[in-house]
């Protein structure tokens, strides 16, 4: 089965310093990865995917991860934070369960705290 | 589409009440899965559907909950009776059953226990 890891449950940077986020997965086929972000008191939304191609991936809001077989990794990065990026954010792999069928499974989740 | 709807965003009720959480899912998606929520546990997989059919409940947590899917645009969660140690949020997502797409996720619905 898959599974994720997320380094740090609270990240704090200062507005306008690069946001590291980071994320390690275990698969033991090509993996399917995801970060999300969920809002104070909203659901969690898409931010990026990485299904095949490009190892580097854009996504919403100025956020971009790269895979890195190599070394199991999808981090995600941002390259000058903004107050409104406070939030959490969960990095998935999508994995074959019982009877076929996908499901992703989350990481615990990372707390990014935006400093003024 | 409206993307995943739940119902209703909040829910106060008294323990040992039924509570019953309602879910529609994005039309055409065939996979549906319900999520917990709290500070202490994260994020938790319940239980998901394939096309209606409950693949794998093995994340809920009691005998007290329950899950039904009666057709392919409408889910619902049941905690009977419910705890004080069932306040969380509850989250729908549905997704197409396929290895590339993400799951869309509802706004949830906040359960409180007293």
């Known amino acids: 089965a898959q599974s994720v890891t997320q380094l740090g449950s609270h990240v704090s940077v200062s507005e306008g310093a690069l946001v590291l986020l980071r994320c390690n997965y275990s698969?033991?086929?090509?993996?399917?990865l995801f970060w999300y972000v969920q809002y104070p008191n909203q659901g969690l939304q898409l931010l990026l995917k990485?299904?095949?191609?490009?190892?580097l991936v854009k996504g919403i809001n100025g956020f971009e991860a790269e895979f890195k077989k190599s070394e199991t990794s999808f981090h995600l990065t941002k390259p000058s934070a903004h107050m409104s990026d406070a939030a959490e954010y969960f990095c998935?792999?999508?994995?074959?369960?019982?009877?076929?069928?996908?499901?992703?499974?989350f990481g615990q989740g990372t707390r990014l705290t935006i400093n003024p | 589409d409206a993307g995943v709807i739940q119902s209703p965003r909040h829910e106060v009720t008294e323990m040992g009440q039924e509570v019953t959480l309602r879910c529609k899912p994005i039309?055409?998606?065939?996979?549906l899965f319900w999520y917990r929520q709290t500070m202490m546990r994260g994020l938790e997989l319940l239980i998901y559907?394939?096309?209606?059919?409950?693949?794998?409940d093995s994340g809920m947590p009691e005998d007290r909950f329950s899950a039904k899917m009666p057709n392919a645009s409408f889910s619902t969660l049941k905690i009977q009776p419910s705890e004080p140690r069932d306040s969380a949020v509850y989250f729908c997502?549905?997704?197409?059953?396929?290895?590339?797409?993400?799951?869309?996720f509802g706004q949830g619905t906040r359960l409180t226990v007293v």
């Open positions: 997502a549905s997704s197409f059953n396929t290895p590339n797409t993400e799951a869309f």
């Open positions: 698969s033991s086929v090509p993996p399917y």
């Open positions: 559907f394939n096309n209606n059919v409950p693949i794998d």
């Open positions: 990485y299904t095949t191609g490009a190892t």
């Open positions: 039309s055409g998606h065939n996979s």
């Open positions: 998935a792999v999508s994995d074959r369960g019982i009877q076929g069928a996908q499901k992703l499974v």
